[in-house]
């Protein structure tokens, strides 16, 4: 299976993350690695990728911070949701779903157009 | 502290560090990585590089979210600091709603004084700081001759001198002249014959100015040339106002005295030169044939060449003159201290306005400051209410600066919310300033509130809001946090420090006050003076106005003289007229001219000598009067007699001098039957004098200023120097303005193509002679009487402060047998008291800075008694008054109840 573009990773990053942080508050680290297992590692991203990310979320309001101490005791930065991140991860839940199942439509089409001039 | 956002804890922990916090995040998540990769097998060096691997480019990734970390954080601190602004203006606006009578007060007083500030702005600005409208006017210089030792210190020139300046001055770039400026009879527009304003200028003069026509051209330099075609510019406002901004009116001919003209050209209004005129036309000198060198008529402007000073033009200026007084001795006497120098355009505009309107800035500011005390009191007295409310703030945790910054910002909203009204009372005084037409002051009308009134008043608002909340505001954080203060009660009296401040801003505003009162009633005892001065001719009962006769139509002897003699007839019959008389230049107006007087014999030998005929001469104002004018003026013959109808043409010349004439040429002696000449026999050589004789003295008359005595004066009968431009008074027993209909009747049946204009009273000249220091006597007498209201409603603010926060005080007094008038006399000692001293204290500042208005006062001393007296009692009697009314209220206090409530 070939790996897929940047590009359509970008975007879809934002949804990964507000997806990851809707099981509770998260440094950029666990972020990174529940995105990574939940795959397979099927997306292989750079991980730095993440970081802007977060902060970006931050910035539009979707995500909230605070520093805090890990369970071994090390200040990290803790990423939640806010109200708006949640609503924004449940109607990007929506788009996706649909996007999804307009793609699958498409490949599994079984009826040929009658305008395809057959080959 | 749930409504907390997170950022504000973070911030608080960490401070603004967004790069050290991008760093940490960075570097702890490289290192969980490396233990992940440590957990599943490899080697410590190999899974460090490999996390740095996986995370890709760090470098690239830290800048990325640095540099959004550090906008972020600014804008949180901008929203940080914006939410606290606004909070602070929420809570004043919930400190005013809780007592909006209070609040309305201070801003209805900071109103008043920044209102004053503002308008007397708006007029100062108009005169004096807004730039002339020409081009580069700082560069633009007047060009006068002087004749000192004649008392001639600022004369026009003459058409050979403006060519002498032409040809050698250096440092001058540019000249121009204007020739006084006239009326004409205008036919040719509209049915009616109309009487217009004329300038007569050199093509020269709007390049110069760098003035640019809205319609057609200039005079171009052929036009202005004696004997070529006529041609006239007009005037904007005449454009638009009697031609109905015709914009087919170039090439069109108008009628100026009969003569036509073809219109070039419209000027717009912004460009005045002396004035407003209807019509320019060329002044059309002759370089081979100029007027003779004494004629001096022309207003002469000129532009400095680059780098030139004032100083350096006068320098070589003077030096022309030198050479010029030598070779025309006959013009320029050795002992007539003759002279040439310049005085720079603006100087020449608003010289003498200058100093008028910075006093009545200075004026208005000290309404403002005033103003400003009554508010610090006022918001004194809410200070000892909100201590409470403050103490439990800063109980709380409010730092001092925050609590600052709330009352500041509070006192900054009164200023603004002031300043706001008082922009108000600025437009409507600068409407009233457009209509005064106050000649004295050049572009008054031009007043209003523009960019720079409303950055003045915006700023003043500002200033005037933060210092005084200032004092307040320092005291109420100032103030020690004790725990009794903040739970104790209401109803104690005022601590001794506010006291003691309140005490020392009702002193200053009293003294303030007092100052203002005293400079107006200078100024109005100024124009009281003035206008009750004996001119030398009674006004009351005497209605005149002008009469130009058109060269045209008028251009022989008969014709002139016929007019004359026929219009006196028919107003010297027609019914109410008492008497009537014309004159060549009337009192207190423009008119009017002065030249030499050559003496025939005289024991005075101190005058200067004309070298050509050798004879003793002196300048004198000269005018000439028909028979019945000092009847019609009540003027005070001294000895002789005043003209008749004896007095034509071909009868003997006589003349009539004024008593200060008499007594500087024949001190002692009886200057009937002497002679006097005013010019010579044309055409012969050597000069034969064309001797008059005197036959009769009169008192001395005002002719020019009724603050100036002026210089000593000629009057000539008419006939026997004749006069084409001439005013007419007319008395009459009963109401002069009722005359109108019957005077222009009147002229009109002698000739119904000439105007009577300018008619007015004689009254209403004189008051016009005055109009600008009545002006400064009214915007005065108004900045004093708000400084009057605004002291007394301090004192009066003050003082029942104090009987309120007294109360029980005075309750226990009364229940402990204290009479009504001793409470009375308890409370009046203070008020009487800070007033004794604020009047004395204003008495001190009054005598200082009245010295500043010498010049503007006239016929009585800045140190004046009776004005100090007045202002004292008056504004004594209004303390007074304001401090008995809640000395009397305390009296009522019932003790029971004043000892219940508390």
């Known amino acids: 299976m070939p790996e897929p573009t940047l590009e359509v990773l970008k975007g879809t990053l934002d949804v990964l993350v507000l997806k990851a942080l809707s099981w509770g508050a998260m440094h950029g680290y666990a972020v990174s690695r529940w995105i ?84 | 502290m749930t409504n907390t956002p997170m950022w504000r804890r973070y911030l608080r922990l960490f401070g603004p560090n967004v790069a050290a916090d991008v760093d940490t995040e960075v570097a702890f998540h490289l290192d969980m990585r490396t233990q992940e990769l440590i957990d599943k097998g490899w080697s410590p060096a190999d899974a460090r590089a490999e996390a740095v691997r996986c995370f890709g480019n760090r470098a690239a990734v830290t800048a990325e979210c640095r540099g959004a970390g550090e906008r972020r954080a600014k804008r949180q601190r901008t929203t940080q600091y914006l939410g606290e602004v606004r909070q602070d203006v929420s809570f004043a606006f919930r400190l005013f709603a809780r007592s909006p009578a209070a609040a309305a007060l201070i801003v209805l007083t900071l109103a008043l004084g920044i209102g004053a500030n503002a308008a007397v702005f708006s007029a100062a600005q108009a005169v004096l700081m807004r730039p002339l409208p020409y081009d580069r006017p700082e560069h633009l210089v007047m060009v006068w001759g002087k004749f000192d030792r004649l008392g001639l210190p600022q004369n026009f020139l003459s058409e050979p001198e403006y060519w002498d300046l032409s040809d050698s001055a250096r440092t001058l770039d540019g000249l121009a002249a204007v020739g006084g400026g006239s009326g004409s009879n205008l036919t040719g527009v509209g049915a009616e014959p109309q009487r217009v304003t004329t300038l007569a200028a050199t093509a020269s003069l709007l390049p110069l100015l760098g003035v640019q026509p809205i319609l057609g051209r200039t005079f171009s330099a052929s036009e202005d040339r004696s004997g070529s075609a006529r041609v006239v510019m007009l ?53 081979l044939y100029p007027a003779p060198r004494e004629e001096h008529g022309l207003a002469v402007v000129g532009r400095l060449k680059a780098g030139a ?120 005084a600068a409407s009233v300033f457009r209509g005064l037409e106050v000649s004295g002051l050049s572009r008054l009308d031009e007043a209003r509130v523009d960019g720079t009134v409303l950055a003045f008043t915006a700023v003043v608002s500002l200033a005037t809001g933060v210092i005084s909340s200032l004092l307040p505001s320092l005291r109420l954080i100032g103030g020690r946090l004790s725990p009794r203060f903040a739970l104790g009660g209401y109803g104690r009296s005022e601590g001794a420090a506010n006291s003691r401040m309140r005490s020392i801003l009702v002193v200053a505003e009293i003294a303030l006050a007092l100052v203002l009162l005293v400079g107006s009633s200078l100024m109005m005892r100024t124009v009281w003076h003035l206008t ?26 008969p014709s002139i003289v ?63 009067v028909s028979p019945g004018y000092m009847e019609a003026m009540r003027m005070r013959v001294v000895r002789g007699r005043v003209f008749d109808e004896r007095d034509q043409g071909g009868a003997p010349f006589v003349a009539i001098v004024d008593s200060s004439l008499a007594a500087r040429v024949w001190p002692g002696l009886d200057p009937i039957g002497r002679r006097i000449a005013v010019d010579g026999v044309r055409n012969s050589n050597p000069p034969v004098m064309r001797w008059r004789t005197i036959v009769g003295v009169v008192e001395h008359v005002r002719q020019g200023s009724l603050d100036i005595v002026g210089r000593e004066q000629l009057y000539m009968p008419i006939y026997q120097r004749l006069a084409i431009a001439s005013a007419f008074v007319v008395r009459t027993a009963g109401d002069p303005a009722s005359l109108v209909p019957l005077i222009r009747r009147e002229i009109a049946a002698v000739d119904k193509g000439l105007p009577a204009y300018d008619v007015k009273t004689m009254e209403e000249v004189v008051g016009e002679s005055v109009q600008t220091r009545r002006m400064m006597a009214g915007l005065l007498a108004t900045l004093a009487i708000l400084a009057l209201l605004l002291a007394v409603a301090g004192t009066y603010g003050v003082m029942a402060y104090a009987v309120d926060r007294r109360v029980h005080e005075i309750g226990v007094r009364m229940a402990l047998g204290a009479q009504r008038a001793e409470v009375l006399h308890l409370i009046l000692r203070r008020g009487v008291i800070l007033t004794a001293v604020g009047e004395a204290v204003g008495v001190i500042l009054a005598l200082g800075v009245t010295h500043a208005m010498t010049g503007m006062i006239v016929g009585v001393s800045a140190i004046d008694p009776a004005s100090l007296c007045g202002a004292v009692v008056v504004l004594g009697t209004a303390a007074c008054l304001a401090i008995y009314v809640p000395a009397r209220r305390a009296t009522r206090i019932d003790p029971l109840a004043a000892l219940r409530e508390s």
């Open chain 2, 562 to 624: 016929g007019f004359y003699q026929r219009a006196l007839d028919r107003l010297r019959n027609a019914p109410g007229v008492q008497s009537v008389g014309t004159v060549s230049g009337l009192p207190l107006s423009a008119g009017g001219s002065s030249g030499t007087v050559f003496i025939e014999d005289t024991p005075v030998t101190n005058l200067p000598r004309a070298q050509a005929v050798s004879l003793p001469m002196l300048e004198a104002d000269q005018r000439a």
């Open chain 2, 309 to 428: 000073t004032i100083a350096q033009a006068n320098a070589e200026l003077g030096s022309l003159a030198a050479r010029l007084g030598k070779q025309y001795p006959q013009s320029y006497g050795p002992d007539s201290g003759w002279g040439l120098y310049t005085v720079s355009l603006y100087e020449q505009l608003v010289g003498d306005s200058r100093r008028a309107l910075l006093f009545m800035l200075g004026a208005a500011g000290l309404v403002l400051l005033i103003a400003s005390a009554n508010v610090t009191n006022l918001l004194l007295a809410r200070a000892s209410v909100r201590e409470r409310e403050l103490a439990i703030r800063r109980a709380l945790g409010a730092g001092r600066a925050r609590l600052l910054r709330q009352t500041l910002t509070e006192g900054m909203l009164l200023g603004t919310l002031g300043g706001a009204l008082g922009l108000l009372i600025a437009w409507w």
């Open chain 2, 235 to 287: 005037s904007e406002g005449f454009w638009r106002g009697r031609m109905a901004a015709d914009a087919h009116v170039l090439g069109k001919t108008i009628q100026i005295d009969s003569v036509p003209y073809v219109v070039i050209g419209v000027v717009p209004d912004a460009f005045r030169f002396f004035g407003r005129y209807d019509l320019y036309v060329p002044l059309g000198f002759d370089r």
């Open chain 2, 532 to 557: 009750s001065i004996d001119a030398g001719f009674d006004a009351h009962g005497v209605l005149t106005f002008q009469v130009g006769l058109p060269q045209r139509l008028y251009g022989d002897r």
């Open chain 1, 36 to 119: 990574r297992e939940v795959t397979d590692e099927a997306l292989t991203i750079e991980e730095g990728a993440l970081y802007p990310t977060l902060h970006r979320l931050e910035r539009r309001g979707l995500l909230e911070a605070e520093w805090d101490l890990t369970d071994n005791n090390r200040q990290a930065k803790f990423y939640r949701l806010t109200a708006a991140g949640r609503r924004a991860l449940r109607a990007e839940t929506i788009t996706w779903g649909r996007f999804a199942e307009a793609v699958r439509h498409v490949l599994t089409a079984k009826q040929r157009p009658v305008w395809a001039r057959s080959s």
